[in-house]
C-alpha cells in the first residue's frame, strides 16, 4: 500500500521478522504482527485499540513507556552470592523464559477489556509479563509482587484474551495468577481475598451455604454407581436461585435414559483459588473430588459451570498426575459438550418460541476450546430464532475474582457488554457459565432491561422437553 497506493500512509516497523513488535495492529478485527500475515486482496487493518492513535495504524505507546521507568525493569540486586554456580528453580527458570518472549507488541493491550475501562489502575498485561521476567529471575532481590500488586495485579479478569492473541504464545493470564500466587505466598494477599481463602479452607466451598436452606448436594446428592457423574460446582451447589440448573441437567439427563451419579462428597473445583493465587490450597481439594468420582465408578463427569470445567479438565489432570502417578480414571465433558456428542439426546426436540443469543464465557470458549456446541445446542430447538451477539465473547467483566478487589471497574465492563445488546430485541440470553448468569442479570436490571432472562442451556433444553 505504501509503496504504491499511497505514500504517506503511516505505519511502524522495524525487524520484519516479528522480534521489534513494532508492526503491531488489528488485522481482519484481531491483533497481531503484520509481518506475519500475508498480503491478500481482501483485509482490513486498523490501528490497535487502547492505545492513541498518532495516525493511520500508528499508535502512541510513550504512555505504557513511561510507566515502565517506574517499574525498575532491570536486575535489581544487592547480596552476593554465597558460592557459585548459584542454585536455580527449574519451575521459576521456565516461567522466566516465557515472559521473556514478550516483544511488547501490546496486542495483550488491545484485547484487553480492563484497559478499555480503565488505563490508570492497571499495568495491563504487557506490564504484568514484563514485570514477571524479574519476579521469576532467582538473582532478582527487588519484592516484584508488591509492585505488580500496587500496579492493579487483581484488577485482571483472568479472561484469557490476551492469551489468544499473543503472537508468541505467552499466556499473560496465567502469568498474572503466578505473581498472584507469590504475592499469597509471601502473606500480602488483600483482605477480600484472604477470606476467600479461609472459607474455602474451612468449608471447601467458595461461598457461603444458603441461609435456613439446604444446598443442591443436601437435598439430591446420591452415591450410586454408575456411568456419568454430575459435578454441581459451589456457586449452583449454594446458590438459591441458581439450583434449578442443576435440577434442570438431572432432568434432561434422566430424560435421556441416563443415571446420573451425584457424589454428596464433592467439594470447590479448586478455580477460584487458582484465579486469586492460593495454589498450594488446591491439591486437597482436587483429590476429594477426583477420589469422589472414582468411588461413583464414573467414567465420564459433565459440568454445568463452565469455570469448574476449565479445572475439571485443566488442573485436575495435572495435579492428580503428580500426586498419585496416573491420569483421571475419568473423562470430563460439558454440559452442551455431552449433548452434541449424544446426537440421539437432540433429535425430536419440541418447539419453543424464543428469540434468544449466547453469550461465550472466557472459561468456555478460550479455557476449553468450546465455541460450536451451545450453538449447536440451541439450533437444534424447532422455532427457537437463535441471534448472534456482537461480540459474544467479550468479558462480562465477573471472572478472575475482579467483583471481590474493584467492584467499580466489574461493572464499567459489563456496562459495555450490555451496550451489545442495544438494539437486538432479544427475549433471553444464554450461557453455560453460573457466575456469568449472576453478573449479566444485574447489568440487565440495571439497564431497565428486566424482560430479557438470562438462561443456562439445561434449563432452556428442559423446558424444551416440557420437564420444568
Known amino acids: 500500500m505504501y509503496e504504491k497506493i499511497d505514500g504517506t500512509f503511516s505505519f511502524s516497523y522495524c525487524c520484519r521478522n516479528s522480534h ?92 484487553c477489556p480492563v484497559l478499555y475501562e480503565n488505563k490508570h489502575e492497571y499495568l495491563g498485561p504487557a506490564g504484568m509479563v514484563q514485570l514477571a521476567r524479574h519476579a521469576f529471575d532467582p538473582r532478582d532481590e527487588l519484592n516484584r509482587d508488591v509492585v505488580a500488586y500496587s500496579g492493579g495485579l487483581y484488577n485482571c479478569t483472568t479472561c484469557g484474551k490476551c492469551t489468544e492473541v499473543c503472537p508468541h504464545n505467552i499466556a499473560p493470564a496465567e502469568i498474572i495468577q503466578l505473581l498472584r500466587a507469590k504475592l499469597v505466598a509471601n502473606g500480602r494477599a488483600p483482605r477480600a481475598v484472604n477470606q476467600l481463602i479461609e472459607m474455602v479452607k474451612d468449608s471447601q466451598k467458595s461461598l457461603p451455604p444458603p441461609k435456613g436452606k439446604k444446598s443442591f448436594l443436601e ?19 449454594y446458590d438459591v436461585r441458581l439450583m434449578p440448573i442443576a435440577v434442570a441437567a438431572v432432568k434432561v439427563l434422566q430424560n435421556l435414559g441416563i443415571e446420573i451419579a451425584i457424589p454428596p462428597e464433592q467439594v470447590c473445583c479448586g478455580i477460584p483459588l487458582k484465579e486469586v493465587g492460593a495454589h498450594e490450597q488446591i491439591r486437597e481439594l482436587v483429590t476429594k473430588n477426583v ?32 500426586a498419585t502417578g496416573n491420569g483421571l480414571p475419568f473423562e470430563v465433558k460439558d454440559f452442551c459438550e455431552f449433548l452434541v456428542e449424544n446426537p440421539l439426546s437432540l433429535e425430536g426436540l419440541p418447539g419453543l418460541k424464543l428469540k434468544a443469543t449466547y453469550h461465550d464465557p472466557c472459561s468456555l470458549k478460550r479455557g476449553q476450546g468450546i465455541y460450536e456446541e451451545p450453538r449447536q445446542v440451541l439450533r437444534a430447538i424447532p422455532e427457537l430464532d437463535f441471534v448472534e451477539m456482537p461480540e459474544a465473547d467479550y468479558c462480562c467483566g465477573g471472572g478472575g475474582g475482579l467483583r471481590l478487589t474493584n467492584l467499580e471497574i466489574s461493572q464499567c465492563i459489563l456496562k459495555r457488554k450490555m451496550s451489545f445488546l442495544k438494539d437486538m430485541d432479544v427475549e433471553a440470553i444464554v450461557t453455560s457459565c453460573p457466575t456469568c448468569i449472576k453478573q449479566l442479570t444485574v447489568g440487565l436490571s440495571k439497564q431497565r432491561l ?16 416440557g420437564l420444568i
Request: proline residues 4%.
Open 219 to 237: 437435598q439430591n446428592a446420591n452415591a450410586s454407581a454408575t456411568k456419568v457423574g454430575l459435578f454441581v460446582g459451589c456457586v449452583i451447589d
Open 20 to 111: 521489534c513488535g513494532l508492526c503491531g495492529a488489528k488485522i481482519n478485527g484481531k491483533p497481531g504482527l503484520m509481518c506475519r500475515e500475508a498480503a491478500r486482496q481482501e483485509m482490513t487493518l486498523e490501528p490497535l485499540d487502547n492505545l492513541p492513535v498518532i495516525r493511520d495504524l500508528m499508535v502512541d505507546r510513550q504512555e505504557y513507556e513511561n510507566r515502565k521507568d517506574s517499574l525498575r525493569l532491570f536486575l535489581d540486586r544487592v547480596n552476593v552470592p554465597a558460592k557459585q554456580p548459584e542454585k536455580i528453580d527449574l519451575e521459576d527458570l521456565e516461567n522466566f523464559k516465557v515472559a521473556s518472549r514478550c516483544v511488547e507488541c501490546y496486542c495483550c493491550v488491545s484485547s
Open 450 to 465: 428486566r424482560s430479557i432472562k438470562v438462561l443456562h442451556p439445561a434449563t432452556l433444553v428442559a423446558q424444551t422437553m
Open 291 to 322: 477420589e469422589a468420582f472414582k468411588k461413583a465408578s464414573c467414567n465420564q463427569v459433565i459440568t454445568i459451570c463452565s469455570s469448574c470445567g476449565l479445572s475439571a479438565k485443566k488442573i485436575w489432570p495435572e495435579i492428580y498426575q503428580k
